[in-house]
């Protein structure tokens, strides 16, 4: 499964993703008026015994877990995008997450992704760099 955190920008770029596999997706603040009507501004998914829950912009770094743990009180992970900086920070068994970017690493050090391993409903969060 493909959780993406928005910013696809077309449509055709989600059809693209959705060749590759089942696709759970929110909308992004530069995604056509087509996809902001298609995609959710956030959503939540449950795998293994673990909710992940997605939103695009998770405001502020500054009280970032706080808030998403306040907005997402079911969830045992938030996966988020916006900045494209790669992030995870984690307490009381909750986590948010940030993956970067494949594609625009903008401030980053390197394009991004991540990959949730989900096993006995606990989740651990990977980010894979994609550039040497």
Known sequence: MILHAGDFSEASVLEEIQ????????????????LRRELPESTAIDI?????????DAGPAKGRLARMRARFPDADAVVFGHSHMPLHEAEGGFQIFNSGSPTERRRARSHTM????IEKGEVRFELIELDP
Do not use: F
């Open 114 to 117: 991540g990959i949730a391993l």
């Open 48 to 56: 293994e015994g673990a909710t992940i829950a997605a939103i695009h």
């Open 19 to 34: 060749r590759l596999g089942p696709v759970v997706a929110v909308h992004g603040n530069v995604d056509s008026p087509e």
